[in-house]
């Protein structure tokens, strides 16, 4: 007899964290559809969650641990066994080279499990060793250290679902649900807006999917963000729009940045921008007076990838505070936490803090550590780079260097060069293929589930998290496949730990943005050889301080809006603090923007077109290309360009072609779209095989990163590189090059 159930669940494969409905027919998950009765996401979902059963149930899914052989392919080796080798080695190498010589680096799906990123932490603290690294910082960590620079507003963001205006800097938050429309159904939230009266501003050179639905679409040059929110402000001020009385009273650095902001006139940033003078006037005229409730300004990628991210989110920052669109005292507030400590929001700054410079010192470009975390595009360097302090052993979560880093052939000659490499995968991932090990972890519907992480994320950046006091939590549905040998990646951790004889203190939120504003202490679970805890009962420690008991949250097994009537208080009578958009360290650097030659740079003939980055609504990054359900049989990431730039090359739609960087080349597919400027062509990051599989093109697609180099542009403080705004040449590929691929 069979046995099917349907229960509630949550999607973890982006920050949105849909409440969905998981259908396991023996033991097996088979269908997953939106919750109807989510309260929240009312039966959203997308195509990745309802792929849910297809991810799951993936033939490639590794089911074993697997290990190297000395002839270079795998063999399956029990978890437990696994773990006592690493520990050997690690313990070995710590004793012979010191900790630093063990780097951790945490991607993307860490999220899904929230003890693993949390323990995987306690465990390189419990070794010393300083250098724990994360995707943030080759994704948006100019965010984190703008906040610091410019200090944070205690009222909080003002809604999205009540504003008149929106301005949105190279993100498409209706695939990427990552910022700004709240990512819990945005189709939804901007359809209702637009009705509303809302008029949403986008700056793309694109026509996403967002900046079709705008009022006013800003087609730039890739890379000129910075210049034109400078000529925003520049306007706003000139025009006297700006709000004096919130400035008067909370905000410092105003006469230093009218200055800094001065020479971005209108015409100045219409020419550098190649944009229409009247449309950059028209977007600042709209952001500053349109309707009754002003909007924020987020910036997404796309904007941060120009090698100036930390000064574009600060200059976002600006234009917000300038406009004082922040949640003043009385207003509610939007993001009350649920499954995180209660606080109390209040209509005044906290002052701006130390950035980065302290804590470890990299050994290339004069990188340190920094609130968004150490500089991962500098990690290769950091192995490769001989002498005191190098990298030898590196432990991998749910992320893959060789896919998503810049400087694909350097992360290659680091892998290789390593000697150790363990990766904590649920699949052979193109890392994974270089690894010593790989670790295959349990998947999400195979582990309880919460949305405190998708909660957390409002203390990293504005304009995210959930938009409500909105938590679920669901059980696990389905116990791994038969015969499987999985681990829960926290539990691999504490068994390195046991096995190394070393205590590991775990404190549920990371310090930096999140920990600084907590009114409660965070809870410290301490780990050692004794620990026997089950990640259900570590859910309720890490949520021991919550504003909504865990048992109360489980009690609604489709997730609950709770009834909390938080509001923003009145400001301290004693409050000095001030935020700051006088920073002369942003304000030197805008000063230098205004320096580059741009027109130079524009007539570079050897490199005619920019590459610009875009995601791809089926895949989260680099997971599930493979997956026919996904994939719809085009698993390769093409070369999107403008169907006149396609003809100028005498190139169609299929062609092969070589995409070449002044660092790299790559081979790509070309395919024509129309929503492109013509100087300008777009690829989806995360594809492509390791350096000698260019033949395998049509199958596996292009790695992007291949054409970034890491030491050359990249912001000077997270050292991000440019990876998008990437100046190009296409060239058809030559017949005798397409044979060969064939
Ligand atoms: N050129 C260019 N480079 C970029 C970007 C870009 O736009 N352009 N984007 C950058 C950004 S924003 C980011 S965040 C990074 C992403 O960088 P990463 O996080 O390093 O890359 P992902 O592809 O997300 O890695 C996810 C890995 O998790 C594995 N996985 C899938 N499911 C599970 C699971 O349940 N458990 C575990 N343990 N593993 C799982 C997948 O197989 C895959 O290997 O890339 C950055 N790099
Ligand atoms: N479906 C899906 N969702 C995802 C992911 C995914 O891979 N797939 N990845 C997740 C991750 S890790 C992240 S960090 C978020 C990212 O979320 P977003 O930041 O929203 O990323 P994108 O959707 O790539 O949107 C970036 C936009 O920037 C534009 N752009 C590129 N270069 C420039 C430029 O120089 N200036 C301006 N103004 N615009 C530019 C592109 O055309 C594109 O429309 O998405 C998350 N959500
Ligand atoms: S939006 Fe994100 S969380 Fe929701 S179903 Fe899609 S991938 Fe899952
Ligand atoms: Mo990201």
């Known amino acids: 007899m069979t046995e099917t159930t349907t229960r509630p669940g949550i999607c973890r494969i982006c920050s949105a964290h849909c409440g969905v409905l998981a259908t396991v027919v023996d033991g097996r998950l088979t269908k997953v559809t939106g919750d109807p009765d989510n309260p929240m996401f009312k039966g959203y979902t997308c195509s990745k969650g309802r792929a849910l059963p297809e991810i799951h149930n993936n033939p490639s899914r590794l089911l074993h641990s697997q290990k190297r052989q000395p002839d270079g392919t795998y063999a399956p080796i029990d978890a437990e066994q696994a773990t006592d080798e690493i520990a050997d080695r690690l313990k070995h190498l710590i004793e012979t080279y010191g900790p630093r010589s063990v780097a951790l680096y945490l991607g993307t799906n860490g999220l899904p499990y929230p003890p693993s990123p949390l323990t995987a932490n306690a465990f390189m603290r419990a070794i010393e060793s300083p250098m724990f690294f994360t995707a943030n910082t080759i994704d948006q960590p100019g965010k984190q250290i703008a906040l610091a620079l410019h200090g944070h507003w205690l009222g909080g963001d003002v809604p999205f679902n009540e504003a008149d205006t929106w301005m949105l800097v190279g993100t498409n938050p209706l695939v990427s649900k990552s910022i700004g429309i709240p990512g819990q159904n945005p189709g939804q939230s901007l359809r209702a807006a637009i009705a509303r009266g809302m008029n949403l501003i986008v700056i793309d050179p694109r026509r996403s999917q967002t900046a079709a639905r705008a009022a006013i679409h800003i087609q730039p040059r890739p890379g000129e963000d910075v210049a034109i929110v400078a000529g925003i402000i520049n306007f706003i001020i000139r025009e006297n729009l700006c709000d004096t009385g919130f400035l008067t009273e909370n905000v410092v650095g105003f006469e230093e940045l009218a200055a800094a902001v001065s020479p971005f006139s209108p015409e100045y940033v219409s020419e550098r921008a190649d944009i229409p003078v009247q449309q950059l006037i028209d977007a ?99 192995i490769l780079l001989e002498g005191e302090g190098q990298v030898r052993a590196l432990i991998c979560v749910g992320g893959n260097p060789m896919a998503a880093w810049p400087d694909q052939r350097k992360t290659y000659r680091a892998m290789e060069s390593l000697d150790l490499l363990v990766t904590l995968d649920t699949e052979m991932s193109l890392t994974s293929r270089l690894a010593d090990y790989v670790i295959a972890p349990m998947m999400q519907m195979e582990t309880p589930a919460m949305t405190q992480g998708s909660e957390l994320i409002k203390y990293y950046a504005g304009g995210t998290g959930i938009p409500a006091a909105y938590a679920q939590y669901a059980p696990r549905l389905i116990d791994p496949p038969e015969g499987a040998d999985l681990v829960e990646e926290w539990k691999f951790f504490l068994g390195l730990a046991k096995r190394m004889n070393l205590q590991m203190f775990f404190v549920n939120f990371f310090g930096g943005g999140g920990g600084r504003f907590m009114e409660s202490a965070p809870v410290v679970v301490t780990m050692d050889k004794n620990t026997n805890l089950t990640t259900e009962e570590l859910f309720v420690e890490m949520c021991a301080n919550s504003r909504i008991p865990l048992d109360d949250v489980a009690s609604h097994p489709h997730g609950r809006i709770f009834d909390i009537d938080a509001v923003v208080q009145e400001r301290d009578p004693d409050c000095t603090a001030r935020l700051d958009i006088g920073n002369p360290r942003m304000l030197t650097e805008l000063t230098e923007v205004l320096a580059e030659d741009f027109h130079t740079a524009r007539s570079d003939t050897a490199y005619p077109l920019r590459l610009i980055s875009r995601r791809h609504g089926s895949f989260m990054n680099s997971s599930g290309t493979g997956l026919a359900k996904l994939n719809g049989g085009k698993p390769y990431n093409p070369a999107y360009m403008h169907p006149n730039a396609l003809n100028a090359l005498g190139l169609q739609s299929g062609d092969l072609v070589t995409v070449t960087s002044p660092h790299d080349y790559i081979p790509a597919i070309a395919e024509a779209d129309d929503s492109l400027r013509h100087d300008v062509i777009a690829m989806h990051h995360a594809f492509g095989g390791l350096p000698s599989e260019d033949d395998e093109v049509r199958e596996r697609g292009s790695n992007v990163g291949r054409l970034v180099p890491t030491a050359i542009e990249y912001d000077p403080i997270s050292g991000l590189p440019r990876q998008s705004n990437i100046p190009v040449n296409v060239t058809a590929r030559t017949v005798e090059e397409v044979d060969n691929l064939a």
């Not at 409730?293 to 574009?312: C, E, P």
């Not at 936490?337 to 209509?347: D, E, Q, S």
């Open 284 to 382: 600042a005229h709209l952001f500053a007076t349109h309707g009754s409730r002003g909007g924020m300004v987020n910036a997404g990628t796309g904007a941060n990838f120009s090698a100036h991210g930390t000064l574009l989110e600060y200059l976002c920052l600006c234009l917000t505070t300038i406009c004082g669109r922040w949640q003043r005292a009385g207003e509610r507030v939007l993001r009350p936490n649920t499954l995180m400590p209660a606080y109390t929001a209040k209509a005044q700054a906290h002052p701006p803090y130390e950035g980065w410079g302290y804590g470890e010192q990299l050994r290339v470009r004069g990188l340190t550590d920094t609130v968004a975390g150490l500089p991962t595009a500098a990690l290769a360097d950091e």
